[in-house]
Every structure is written in structure tokens, then in C-alpha cells.
């Protein structure tokens, strides 16, 4: 157990929906990063935040969009889904201090299915 | 190109060889490299991270650096059952944000 949670664990969704993906991350952590994991592949990242700002984004559409709040969790919200949006989503809790480890503690991830 | 390559299928190794994993990165000036080990249906977790050329070992698992061929590999000697799993090369391409950029994974299977 890594101590960073995922909200919910399974969700169906149809094209053109939104949905809204909620991580509380591990104590003392105050910077999470969102990750998508298609079938197959390996994590890509979506996005970071550190103290409730943006802190770097992946080669992803605007459609996808955070939020930190001051506890740290996060929230990854996706607007007008595709197919190609169903994945696992991982959320990922690092220190700060722990920027160049790269140790990332990662959540059992959300897996969006999209119809 | 990939920002991070590990081109292998999956892996076979009877209990108690070494499984040999190997990955490519594309930029020179990546700074730090990471394997995860992530079982089926779970998250990754990080086993071992690397900065200077070289071998780091920590256990039954050696990570080799070599930045000037831009490669990484992972060495899993005496493999065990439990080291079935699919390992993840990340590299660290953004110094400063923890930003891991990860390859596909390669799927190792220790056979007992």
C-alpha cells in the first residue's frame, strides 16, 4: 500500500460525457502527477501539480484538466471523452524533495471505459 | 521517436536464471533513470533508480547505465517466481518536476 487513494475504481462512461477522477496522495507529499495507461502500454504523462499550480503538462488536449487543492489531493477531469480515452489512470504522489529519485508513489489507478 | 524504447517481447526465464531487460532513451541530456516493476492488474513500484554511468546494484536486481549509447538495462539474477511481472524503463527527461516519461514495458515470466 502506498497510501495515495483513487477514486472510483472502475467507471463506464459514452463518448462525449465528462468525468471527474479524484486522488488524495500520501501524507507529506505535496506534488501528484496524473498518468493514462492504455492497454498495453506504458504510463504517459498527463499532467503535475505542486502547490496548487500546474507544474508541466504532457502532449495532452486541453479537454483534460486538474485541480490540487490545499490538502494536495487532485482531481483529473476529462470533458467530451472519446474511445480512445479508456485507459487506467494513474495518480502519482512524490515529495518534492524527491525530484530527482523518481520515486513516484502511484494509486491503483481509475479504469475508464468509454462506450 | 519514442521518447524511451524497450523493444523486446515477452521474456522467459526458468526460476533462478537472470532475466536481462534493456531500454533506449532519446534525449542526451536526460539526467535520471528508473525501473518499475508493475503487477497485472496493480501499479508500478519503483525498484531501482540510476543517475551515473555504470552499475548500481541493489539486491538480486543491477541496473547499467551507459549515457553515451543512451541505454539502460536491468538485470534480475536468481529470478524467483514472484518477479513475474512487467518492468517499466522510465527516464527523468525534465530536471526539477519529476516528470517520468515511461517505455511500454516488457514482460518477463519466470517459469518455476
Known amino acids: 500500500e502506498t497510501g495515495v487513494t483513487q477514486s472510483p475504481t472502475h467507471l463506464i462512461k459514452t463518448r462525449g460525457q465528462q468525468v471527474t477522477l479524484r486522488c488524495s496522495s500520501q501524507s507529506g507529499h505535496n506534488t501528484v502527477s496524473w498518468y493514462q495507461q492504455a492497454l498495453g502500454q506504458g504510463p504517459q504523462f498527463i499532467f503535475q501539480?505542486?502547490?496548487?499550480?500546474?507544474?508541466g503538462r504532457g502532449n495532452f488536449p486541453p479537454r483534460f484538466s486538474g485541480l490540487q487543492f490545499p490538502n494536495y489531493s487532485s482531481e483529473l477531469n476529462v470533458n467530451a471523452l472519446e474511445l480512445d480515452d479508456s485507459a487506467l489512470y494513474l495518480c502519482?504522489?512524490?515529495?518534492?524533495?524527491?525530484?530527482?529519485?523518481?520515486?513516484?508513489?502511484f494509486g491503483e489507478g481509475s479504469r475508464l471505459t468509454v462506450l | 521517436q519514442k521518447e524511451v524504447e524497450q523493444n523486446s517481447g515477452p521474456l522467459s526465464v526458468p526460476e533462478g536464471a537472470i532475466a536481462s531487460l534493456n531500454c533506449t532513451y532519446s534525449d542526451r541530456g536526460s539526467q535520471s533513470f528508473f525501473w518499475y516493476r508493475q503487477y497485472s492488474g496493480k501499479s508500478p513500484e519503483l525498484i531501482m533508480f540510476i543517475y551515473s554511468n555504470g552499475d548500481k546494484e541493489d539486491g538480486r536486481f543491477t541496473a547499467q547505465l551507459n549515457k553515451a549509447s543512451q541505454y539502460v538495462s536491468l538485470l534480475i539474477r536468481d529470478s524467483q517466481p514472484s518477479d513475474s511481472a512487467t518492468y517499466l524503463c522510465?527516464?527523468?527527461?525534465?530536471?526539477?518536476?519529476?516528470?517520468?516519461?515511461f517505455g511500454k514495458g516488457n514482460q518477463v515470466v519466470v517459469i518455476p
Open positions: 522510465a527516464v527523468n527527461m525534465y530536471y526539477g518536476n519529476n516528470r517520468l516519461a
Open positions: 502519482a504522489s512524490s515529495a518534492r524533495l524527491a525530484v530527482n529519485t523518481g520515486e513516484l508513489f
Open positions: 501539480y505542486y502547490r496548487e499550480e500546474e507544474n
